[in-house]
């Protein structure tokens, strides 16, 4: 057996038991309990540099292969609502995948959550009330995630429209006039509260 064979071998043990770790511990570690396996720092941040660990954020872990994107914002931010792009993706009115993930966040919680270098989360902070109506729960991720419901996310494009790339603003748009199982009583309610009612009556009442 040659010694870069057993170096090899030695190195995929080694990350096989960091990956047992790092699953028996929820799927996200902080560097200081991957401490307790006793191995080299450098080594962690090898198997970073090769893609087989994932630094979700300064001192934290994940195995590269164990979660997706969309897997990992469903664990790290269950309180947290899908809004804007994400969701209209998320409902088949937009075609291309958004970039990061758009998150709508009570405003009182620690900015620091959302530094993360892997995936890239783009927050909307909100006052706490504004997350309590017009939202419901989606498979996504393997799991549930809260997601504004259709009338409630086309106020929210509405009052974001600056926020938004053109393009998929119109198309979300389009798509939910579109959409048969629109509400247009629902969404006139919502507009209102969300101080979004004559824009909502001219660019979408038209059609409604």
Do not use: H
């Not at 991720?141 to 600056?162: A, Q, T, W």
């Amino acid at each position: 057996m040659s010694d870069s064979y057993a170096m090899n071998e030695k190195r995929e043990l080694i990350l096989k038991r960091v990956k047992a770790f790092i699953a028996e511990n929820g799927g996200v570690v902080k560097k200081n309990r991957l401490n307790e396996l006793g191995i080299d720092y450098r080594r962690i941040l090898d198997y970073v540099e090769t893609g087989d660990l994932v630094r979700i954020k300064s001192g934290y872990y994940a195995a590269a292969d164990e979660f997706s994107e969309e897997e990992l914002v469903v664990k790290l931010f269950p309180d947290a609502v899908l809004t804007l792009e994400n969701a209209l993706y998320a409902y088949g009115y937009i075609s291309r995948k958004p970039y990061g993930f758009r998150l709508a966040v009570d405003k009182n919680t620690s900015k620091s959550r959302f530094k993360l270098e892997f995936p890239q989360i783009l927050p909307f902070y909100a006052e706490p009330e504004t997350l309590c109506f017009g939202v419901e729960k989606i498979a996504f991720g393997g799991g549930e995630m809260n997601i504004f419901d259709r009338e409630r996310l086309v106020c929210e494009c509405l009052k974001y429209e600056d926020k938004m790339e053109r393009e998929q603003f119109r198309e979300g748009l389009l798509s939910y006039i579109r959409d048969k199982d629109k509400d247009a009583a629902k969404l006139m309610e919502y507009a209102k509260e969300r101080r979004v009612a004559k824009k909502a009556q001219s660019m979408i009442g038209v059609w409604l």
